[in-house]
């Protein structure tokens, strides 16, 4: 009888397989698609055929001519950091109280936190804008950053990372004296690490990809992130050429790709965080 068993085992793993090879086609398809065709020379036919058949870096080279990509650059570096340092920070402390058992209201100040990431942005952007623009923060990047200064998901992120943490370890450090905010310093962060990445990653991926809240708030185009220069690349040229289009989408994707992988086993491990304990 286990004859037959081996040939559905290896026929349940090659539909496993494939699976995967088919989700791993649909999600880097896109990718590997814009990637070729900001490889394309000026007279190739983007859809004329799969690879390029003069593969060439000079699209590259025209959306820094196109328009100021530098600034923008950096205006969006600048936005980011502010994200991934006000959410390590103030998630780590919400996650830390939150993970805090002997205060009245966490279970109830939890529920509320949980409850507003039912709402999506869209419902709320309206009442954001006019009060960044009550605090005369329109057209700046103050303005782009302050709505994203900290994520109900990633504190929740960072309670579940601190609640893992064993008790014995806090109760050892209590009796050596240590206080709270020493407790917090000395061996709750330093035990999240993983989940500190978590949030740093996601922080600065939201911060970057971000394009409708920008949108809305900046106006002077010295101002503007990269994905609203992106916007204006598209329609840069009276050719409306989609070569510079997927060099630009291409040069934007790059710095996340780069963070990725050097965060990669910080991040995988950051996500295992909190599974011991809830």
């Known amino acids: ?34 990637f070729l065709t900001s490889l394309r020379g000026r007279t190739e036919n983007v859809y004329d055929g799969v690879l ?65 990431l039912m709402f999506p942005f869209e419902s709320v952007m309206i009442s954001m804008f006019l009060t960044i623009r009550g605090m005369g923060l329109v057209n700046t990047l103050i303005g782009v950053w302050l709505p994203g200064a900290v994520s109900v998901l990633n504190i929740m992120v960072m309670r579940s990372a601190f609640l893992a943490v064993p008790r014995e370890i806090e109760e050892a450090a209590v009796l050596d004296g240590a206080r709270e905010w ?33 949108l809305l708030v900046l106006t002077d185009s010295d101002h503007y992130t990269l994905q609203l220069g992106l916007k204006t690349l598209a329609g840069a040229t009276t050719t409306n050429d989609q070569r510079i289009v997927a060099a630009g989408a291409m040069a934007a994707l790059l710095p996340m790709m780069l963070l990725f992988f050097a965060l990669q086993r910080f991040f995988f491990k950051g996500v295992g965080e909190g599974a011991v304990k809830t």
């Open 1 to 34: 009888m286990s004859a037959p068993a081996a040939p559905r085992r290896l026929i349940a793993r090659a539909a496993r397989y494939a699976v995967l090879l088919l989700m791993l086609v649909v999600m880097l398809g896109p990718i590997a698609w814009q």
């Open 182 to 214: 020493t407790r917090f310093t000395r061996v709750f962060l330093p035990a999240a690490k993983g989940s500190l990445a978590v949030v740093s990653l996601t922080s600065f991926m939201g911060a970057w990809d971000d394009f409708l809240w920008p």
């Open 52 to 116: 390029p058949a003069h593969p060439t870096l000079d699209n590259y080279a025209r959306v820094a001519e196109s328009f100021p990509l530098p600034g923008y650059v950096a205006n969006t570096l600048a936005v980011a950091a502010l994200a991934v340092a006000s959410n390590v920070l103030f998630a780590s402390m919400g996650g830390y109280a939150l993970s805090r058992a002997g205060w009245k209201g966490r279970t109830t100040v939890l529920t509320l936190l949980a409850a507003t």
